[in-house]
């Protein structure tokens, strides 16, 4: 399975899939890597007119999660998850 850096990523939406606990930014996947028990949803599908906009808003979702920027993997893969 690929992984890339955060900050190269390079699109204009991400959604959150629960069901994977993933965070999906265009063609790719941010997967927390620690277990989450919590029952808040994760759900909801983001389009923006730029990068930084979307960036900044995903940025903004996983610091509201509480979710570990250093802890996540960038994939371009789930299958077999």
Not at 35 to 61: I, N, P, T, V
Request: charged share 30%; proline share 1%; aromatic share 12%.
């Amino acid at each position: 399975m690929k992984t890339i850096p955060f900050h190269q990523l390079e699109t204009d939406f991400f959604k959150v899939n629960k069901a994977q606990n993933t965070v999906r930014f265009g063609q790719y996947f941010i997967i927390k890597c620690v277990s989450d028990e919590s029952d808040e949803l994760l759900e909801g599908l983001w389009q923006k007119s730029d990068f930084k906009e979307a960036r900044e808003h995903c940025l903004m979702f996983i610091d509201q999660k509480g979710w570990d920027l250093n802890a996540l993997e960038v994939v371009n893969n789930i299958d077999g998850l």
